[in-house]
């Protein structure tokens, strides 16, 4: 089954081209990397399809619906560009966080009712941070915290989960353990998983499919396909901001 | 100080303005983590041509300044979305305007008196029996729906993009958010004066801010630091005989300066984004 389709969609800057005709489609169990330069429009891209911003021309469903016509955010899991939006200073508890995800759909009260901190405990638990649930998120390392803002993604059991530069200021050791989480919910649990990254390399091993962007797709197909594709060689002879890991 | 536990009119007054403190210091915790921190002077500004206009049609200058506030709140926002200027220039312009037109009536209806200098500077036990019951009501009101809204307030001031992904209605909240603080400031008037009302959102918040290591503690802490200055300030006030509204601020300051010097360890901010 698709949970995305895009058709023909384009979107422009105050009439700069950032996505032009663009045509995917992700299918449940997919673990798709989208890859590209900076500035290729991947994060416009998973922007469009939540329906955050508006495409100029083209089609996009979310589980069958227009991003403006769909109503049940709890399929969807997203974790945005953690540098760019958040203050590490934010007076937040990490139960708190996670929990914002978990009431800000319904009739939202606080984060007071035991399912509600039932629910959030076993998010935290998912992602092995289970001791921290008193701790105020600015007291975090940047690896700590991405595993609490993918638990605040778990938490409402999302169906698909879309990840923007997830590991960015995280140490490689924690990379390591966070794709490897990513990994276990994609196989085990068969969450569906878009991950937008430049980094190709230490997601060699994880993802099932890739796509290419550099304002239009230049590929979108499996991963064993991409490693043999010319977009792939001509990628790494440039050195697009990737990194070629054996595995 | 006899009076205070004499008069029912004065302790409905003193309720009130504990109400108001609490308004304050919630909706407070919000500009500030929002950095919309000067919202509420600007809005005070604004809701001094509220005040002359009421005095200048001879109607209750508390509902005049309510209307005025509202609309230039809502106007604020569209005008910052339709012209895409940023917040503190939106509400740059309308505080201004907002004084312009204040002083022209307050001119025109040769109303420079003594009860204009009631809003300037406060004087919650000069209160009418209307503006009580008024002030009981809203206040109460904005609690309420700030209650109702919890959750997605916290999760769009925390992280406005995933709280949009969310579903979380961000433009209609952030009107919402402005609507109630222009409320919430118009009702402050009476406590601490249009000139000092900022603070009553500002400080208690910025203090709270200080030892909070959650959200939860942080609001509880702010209206701990609002109510008590406000209680105190208006004993003060009884006491020694000085301004109330002056007191209050003092004394949102001292717990601000308290808490700062205080932690250790605890707390989160301040801090650079």
Known sequence: ?247 | MQALFTYGFLQRAVLAGMLIAVACAVLGLFLVLRRDAMIGHGLAHIAFSGVALGLFLHILPLAAALAVAVAAAVAVMAIKDKAGLHGDTAIGIFSSLGLAVGVLLASLGRSFNVELMAYLFGDILAIEPVEVWLTLVLAAAVLVTVRVNYARLLYMTFDRESARAAGVPVGRLDTLLMVLTAVTIVLGMKVAGILLVAALIVIPAAAGLQIARSFRSAVWASVAVAVGSVAGGLGLSLALNIPASAAIVVLCFIAFAAFSLGKRGGGIRPGPK
């Open chain 1, 1 to 247: 089954m698709d949970i995305v389709v895009l058709r023909g969609v384009s979107f422009a800057y105050d009439g700069s081209p950032v996505l032009s005709d663009i045509d995917l489609s992700i299918k449940e169990g997919d673990f798709l990397a989208i890859i590209g330069p900076n500035g290729s429009g991947k994060t416009t891209l998973v922007k469009v399809i939540l329906g955050l911003l508006q495409p100029s021309a083209g089609r996009v469903e979310l589980f069958g619906k227009p991003p403006g016509d769909f109503a049940d955010h709890g399929k969807i899991g997203y974790v945005p560009q953690k540098a760019t939006h958040i203050d590490p200073f934010f007076p937040a508890s990490v139960e708190e966080v996670v929990g914002m995800a978990l009431l800000a759909g319904g009739p939202a009260r606080g984060p007071s009712g035991k399912g509600t901190r039932d629910r959030v405990l076993r998010a935290l638990e998912t992602v092995g941070m289970a001791d921290f649930g008193r701790w105020p998120i600015g007291r975090l390392s940047g690896g700590q915290q991405q595993r609490i803002f993918i638990a605040r993604a778990l938490v409402t059991s999302p169906r698909i989960l879309f990840l923007d530069e997830p590991t960015t200021g995280v140490d490689a050791e924690n990379q390591t353990a966070f794709y490897d989480l990513l990994d276990r919910l994609n196989r085990r649990e068969g969450l569906t998983i878009v991950l937008i990254t430049h980094d190709i390399g230490i997601v060699n091993k994880h993802v099932t499919s890739v796509a290419c962007l550099n304002q239009r797709l230049a590929y979108h197909g499996s991963h064993a396909e991409f490693c043999r594709s010319e977009v792939f060689r001509d990628m790494v002879s440039r050195g697009d901001h990737l990194v070629s890991h054996e595995h």
